[in-house]
C-alpha cells in the first residue's frame, strides 16, 4: 500500500518567493496533518483538517501560511512569501476516525529558504 | 506551559543496557498515547501505542500512569540499531520534542 506521499523532497528558494508544498494521504483517511520541523522548537502541529475541512489552525504561525485540501486525496501547504527562519522540515500525515488509531507520517519536504 | 514534556538527552548507553524515557503531559483528558521513533533525517514511524495496563513488545515496554499524567518506554538489551530519538505523543496528535538515544558499542 502507498503510504503518505509528499512533494518535493526537497526545495531551495529565496526570501520573499512563494513556496507550495504538496501532500497525498494514504486512500481512505479522513484526517490530515500538516507539521513542521525544527531542532529549535520539535514537532510543531500547523493545522489538521477532517474531511477535507481544516479543524484547527491555530499553530499556523502567521498569515503568510496557508493551507487547501481541495479533495480527498490532496492537500497544499503554502508559504507566501517565504523567510529564511521559514527553513525546516514539513511533515504531512494522515489517520482515519478513531482515538485509537495513529498518525502515519509522509517523508517530508526540507525547505531551504536563502 | 508545554503540553508534553520530555527529556531530550541524549541518552548515551552501551550494547546490552536497559534504558527508560519518562514523558509527562499537562492534559487529563487524554485518551491516546503512542511512542513513535524518528531516524535521523527521515520522518517519525510508530512504535508502539501504550494502554492503560502497560504493554510489552519484544524488548519494548510502555506504561502509563494517568495519575501522575506520565508515559514511560523501556528498551531492554539495548541494541545498535535502537539508536534514533524517540517521541512521545500523550495526546495523539501533539508530540514532544524527543529524547535521543545513542546505543554505542
Known amino acids: 500500500d502507498a503510504g503518505v506521499i509528499q512533494s518535493p523532497r526537497h526545495e531551495v528558494t529565496e526570501m520573499g518567493q512563494e513556496v507550495t508544498l504538496r501532500c497525498k494521504p494514504i486512500s481512505g483517511h479522513d484526517y490530515l496533518f500538516w507539521y513542521r520541523q525544527t531542532m529549535m522548537r520539535g514537532l510543531e502541529l500547523l493545522i489538521y483538517?477532517?474531511?477535507?475541512?481544516?479543524?484547527?489552525d491555530s499553530g499556523m504561525p502567521e498569515d503568510r501560511f496557508s493551507a487547501k485540501m481541495p479533495n480527498a486525496s490532496f492537500s497544499t501547504l503554502k508559504i507566501q512569501p517565504s523567510e529564511p527562519r521559514d527553513s525546516a522540515v514539513y511533515f504531512c500525515a494522515s489517520t482515519i476516525q478513531g482515538v485509537t488509531s495513529p498518525l502515519h507520517f509522509g517523508n517530508g519536504t526540507r525547505l531551504t529558504v536563502t | 506551559r508545554k503540553e508534553v514534556e520530555q527529556d531530550p538527552g541524549p541518552f548515551n548507553v552501551p550494547e546490552g543496557a536497559t534504558v527508560a524515557f519518562n514523558c509527562t503531559y499537562s492534559n487529563s483528558a487524554s485518551q491516546s498515547f503512542f511512542w513513535y521513533r524518528q531516524d535521523c533525517r527521515k520522518e517519525p514511524k510508530l512504535l508502539m501505542s501504550?494502554?492503560?495496563s502497560g504493554n510489552e513488545d519484544g524488548r519494548f515496554t510502555a506504561q502509563l500512569n494517568r495519575a501522575s499524567q506520565y508515559i514511560s518506554l523501556l528498551i531492554r538489551d539495548s541494541k545498535l540499531s535502537d539508536s534514533a530519538t524517540y517521541l512521545c505523543v500523550p495526546l495523539r496528535i501533539y508530540f514532544g520534542s524527543g529524547t535521543k538515544l545513542n546505543v554505542k558499542p
Open positions: 483538517f477532517n474531511n477535507n475541512v481544516p479543524i484547527d
Open positions: 501504550v494502554y492503560s
